[in-house]
């Protein structure tokens, strides 16, 4: 992982002398991304900063690269797995001269012109000045893995691997985009797809489209686009689940092979779930020894990803940190304001501060640690999420088809007034062609999901990575696992992508059976949510609401935000009312003011305190049994025996033909229970006018034995509780 930087003059005209403070200032705001080595070019009318962070060839691989001829220049941020495959397609005549696994693209660039990516497998971010044509160009890898943002006038461009950078040249806008910002439907957790076009958040900023090379005329300023690589749309027709099986298996396999090649040390985020034990046995074969992160807190005791990933580490022989965030553990304003400058984001939310702290810890206690493997962007592809949007394939279709069609009505509104509940007198097929749907639902969602991690998933995982000086590598991105999953025949589907089927068939003998089967468990979701929304809570409760007035004053504020209900909603919480989906938006609400604040006087990452790191568990002790005290202060409810339980009119009691029960609310189901499961003879004996203690009598069970669930069911308001 490295720092990218730049600025060219358009007109023919050279830079001067005073370029060079700001693309010092450049390599200063970026110096956490390559804290390793530095280097700043000026030359004509294009001035270059590179931050190096040494993961291959430390010794050879400083940047920019010059082609023999010097017509070309290049920095480069990422790796290009297949370097040395590439390297033995050039002509003889070409001979590298570092051992940098970027430095074959320029002469790949020079062999092949814009195709010069078609055959690169890697993650990366690409600023290539074609000094005899007198253009620049910018490109990243097809799932936007490394980051690229510019602003531009008509006098210059302005380049940087991270929007803070654009601020050092004060052309470019320092504010806050609000109205594209609440245009995000992910940003409100609404049912909808994801956006055709990733917000920046700021004004005037724009980024660089994965999968995309863009070249721009330095003489006239202009700009085109090409993009190298499509999401596949359309499902193959031939082959089984066994050979596709197989094959997904070599293809990840290989994938866990390049990420895991390094000249220094990489670590790995292990959840306890099967796509983290996936990459850990895969990589495992490869390095040898190698260090784990997890996070353990409260929500991960309760769900049992701390207990799985310790006996999972204790399988397969390697070293577990179970880094501990306690139920006091509660950052400050000036903590919180740092991690959402550092990630750029109104998004930053308990699942990106675990990340950040987990990679701050690893650099602390490995101090050649330069990379971490992860798990993340299995679920997107695999079908990991059909388990929560369904019952089986056709309910998850089912809900698809719901997000589709609500999407599509909040673009063709006038295509609403032929829905109803019951249905609708108009054919389906006809009024998606009238609304521009091409593609059947499941293409749809797949492009949305491709989409969304783009807005969310990587964008968080660089920058929490690279707070620290590490850099995230992400197996389940390989673009040719992903065509393979994608491109599932639709009759295999089922078979093959529901709950995450084919990877946990594919890596069934190389991971321990029991995690190969283990149910999904989001980062923090799902059981034991309400500690981290706790922590968020007191966040913006502590220090007499600072980070929220903090929000409030900043510019924009007087215009989006509604004092009142936030203060409001502030309150209620105290109350013991924390609510996962009203919390985590009202702390994204947040998070738009300190960004808009902090745009406007942009500060320097270096100059804003992180905190303490935080400390593990000792090597072998067990993160549940034996951290029962130290937790203890983090399970208290906030009901009592004598207030009455009342059940959302929404919720209701569903089972299947082999008995298993599910509780449903609004149509959506929440929660999967064995039918003779102490909280459901509970919930069957609420009827809105006993009380708990009476419930829990005619019920025949003890509160100790239903709380979290009670907990989990209150924070999901399919429960409340009167006085």
Known sequence: MCGLAGVARFGGHDLGPEADSLLNRLADILHHRGPDDREVLRRGPVGLAFTRL??????DGSQPLVSDDGDLVLIA????????????????????????DCEVLLYLYRLHGLDFLRDVRGMFAVVLWDRARRRLVLARDRFGIKPLYYHRNDERIILSSEIKGLFADPATPRRFDWANALAVPSLAAAP???????????????SVPAATIECIDLQDGSSTRHRYWELPVEPEESGDAREITERYAELLAASVRDCATADTELGLFLSGGVDSAAVLALAREQLGEVHTFTALSGGTRENGDAESSDRLARELGVHNHQVVFGPEDVPTADEWARLVWLTETPMAGPEVYYKHELHRFARQERPELRGMLLGAASDEFNGGYSGEMGTDWTSFLHSVEGMSRSTWHDREPLLRHWWTPSGSFIDSRALRELSGRTHDAYTEYLGSEYRKMQQYNVWHEDRTAAGSGVEARVPFLDHRLVELVVSVPERLRPELLWNKR?????????????????????????????????MLVRLMQRDGRDLVERALSAPGAESFLDTDAINAALTGFGGGNTDAASVEILMRVVNMGLLAGMAEEPPTLS?????????????????????????????????TPDQVPVASEALLVLSDVEGTCYLAHEGQIEFEVEPQAPILRVVRCIDGEATLAKVLGEAGVALPDVSEELDALLEQRLISFED
């Open 77 to 100: 941020n990422g790796e290009i797995y297949n370097h040395k495959e590439l390297a033995a397609t050039l002509p003889s005549d070409v001979h590298l001269r570092t051992g940098s």
């Open 607 to 639: 100059d804003l305190s992180a905190g303490a790191v935080r400390t593990a568990l000792p090597h072998g002790v067990h993160p549940v049994t034996e951290t029962a005290e130290q937790f203890a202060s983090d399970v208290a409810h906030s009901y």
């Open 192 to 206: 909808r797809f994801s956006a055709p076009e990733l917000c920046t958040w700021f004004e005037g900023v724009t």
């Open 502 to 534: 084919i990877l946990r068939d594919a890596v069934r003998g190389r991971v321990p059976s029991w995690v190969a089967e283990r149910e999904k468990v989001p980062f923090f979701y799902g059981p034991g949510t309400r500690h981290a929304y706790r």
């Open 54 to 59: 040494s993961l291959v060839d430390p010794e």
